[in-house]
Nanobody, 122 residues
Framework: QVQLVESGGGLVQAGGSLRLSCAAS????????MAWFRQAPGMEREFVAA????????YYADSVKGRVTISRDKAKNTVYLQMNSLKPEDTAVYYC???????????????WGQGTQVTVSS
């Protein structure tokens, strides 16, 4: 069982930056592909970014490409989401997710964190 815990959310002004973290307990993340999703009020959960188990592959949603960077630190068993040039429409609960398959993590992750709130004020 993989337990994921997100942190780093908060309130930021438009144009600002935040770095979200996803720490794991119970199992090493080194063999898992990881992803970030988000869900705004009244909206469906949507994919944001993914990274392969090796860290050599990354994939981003068009809505965040160029503003967001996903990375991982295997020594710390942690995945990060660096978000720059934030917009009010980025306001959402952000979730970390994991799957053994890089292809599957984008659509049907096996494990989810509890989420962290990001609010961007205009």
């Amino acid at each position: 069982q993989v337990q994921l815990v997100e942190s780093g959310g908060g309130l930021v002004q438009a144009g600002g930056s935040l770095r979200l973290s996803c720490a794991a307990s119970g199992r090493t993340l080194s063999t898992y592909a990881m992803a970030w999703f988000r869900q705004a009020p009244g909206m469906e959960r949507e994919f944001v970014a993914a990274i392969s188990s090796s860290g050599g592959g990354t994939y981003y949603a068009d809505s965040v490409k160029g503003r967001v960077t996903i990375s991982r630190d295997k020594a710390k068993n942690t995945v990060y989401l660096q978000m720059n040039s934030l917009k009010p429409e980025d306001t959402a609960v952000y979730y970390c997710a994991a799957h053994l398959s890089y292809g599957r993590v984008v659509r049907t992750p096996d494990y989810w964190g509890q989420g962290t709130q990001v609010t961007v004020s205009s």
